[in-house]
């Protein structure tokens, strides 16, 4: 069946770096979104993509859909404390509205 | 003000003693999920709601059955919960659209113990 994985699983960062997630889908995505849990918290959503090749940003965050529309990526630029989290990316099924979700990654972020 | 609310947000249980959580929205939204997240792991779809057209996922266990009454409120029901079923329980809206299923709004989970 269709899978989606993210890498890392984990990263520990220091306050201040830089952090990226890859999420690789096994088939081809409609669309992409990705969803940001803290801690004891449920999915928010963050953002999504739909056009092969998208680049979107949101202020220190940039989201990029491949070419191929089969793999994406979250960089987190300058870390903060409050980005502490697991970061899910979530693929759409083309013709079902059935999201698969990523295996996630979560941060955390050393003061 | 609140878009998706699930209730209760805990639950406890008895092994094998039927449970029931609910989920309402007021997005109108014609698209309904339930998921199961497990303490570390990634939400897992059980099933969801094209308006009134039920889809199970192949894997979810015969345990757990679903009910949409109306556009606002879908049901999980679990009627013989065992220990490996304790899990928080999500429920998301979306609008369903020609190419994409739009953005999901998730409810805050209940979190579900079986002693």
């Known amino acids: 069946g269709q899978q989606v994985m993210q890498i890392p699983q984990y990263q520990h960062v220091q306050e201040g770096e830089d952090f990226t997630t890859y999420c690789n889908s096994s088939t081809t995505l409609s669309n992409i979104q990705w969803y940001k849990q803290r801690p004891g918290g449920h999915p928010v959503f963050l953002i999504q993509?739909?056009?092969?090749?998208e680049v979107k940003k949101q202020k220190r965050l940039t989201f990029q859909f491949g070419e191929a529309k089969k793999n994406s990526s979250l960089h987190i630029t300058a870390t903060q404390t409050t980005d502490v989290g697991t970061y899910f990316c979530?693929?759409?099924?083309?013709?079902?509205?059935?999201?698969?979700f990523g295996t996630g990654t979560r941060l955390k972020v050393l003061a | 003000d609140a878009m998706v609310i699930q209730n209760p947000r805990y639950q406890v249980t008895q092994f094998g003693k039927p449970v029931t959580l609910s989920c309402s929205q007021t997005?109108?939204?014609?698209?309904m999920y339930w998921y199961q997240q497990k303490s570390s792991q990634a939400p897992k779809l059980l099933f969801h709601?094209?308006?009134?057209?039920?889809?199970n996922e192949a894997d979810t266990p015969d345990n757990f059955q679903s009910r949409r009454p109306n556009t606002s409120f879908c049901f999980l029901d679990i009627r013989s919960p065992g220990l490996g079923d304790a899990a928080m329980y999500l429920c998301?809206?979306?609008?369903?659209?020609?190419?994409?299923?739009?953005?999901?709004?998730f409810g805050p989970g209940t979190r579900l113990t079986v002693t």
């Open positions: 709601y094209y308006d009134k057209d039920f889809n």
């Open positions: 993509l739909v056009k092969s090749g």
């Open positions: 979530a693929g759409l099924t083309s013709g079902t509205y059935k999201y698969i």
């Open positions: 997005l109108n939204h014609n698209v």
């Open positions: 998301a809206t979306s609008r369903g659209g020609a190419l994409a299923g739009g953005t999901q709004y």
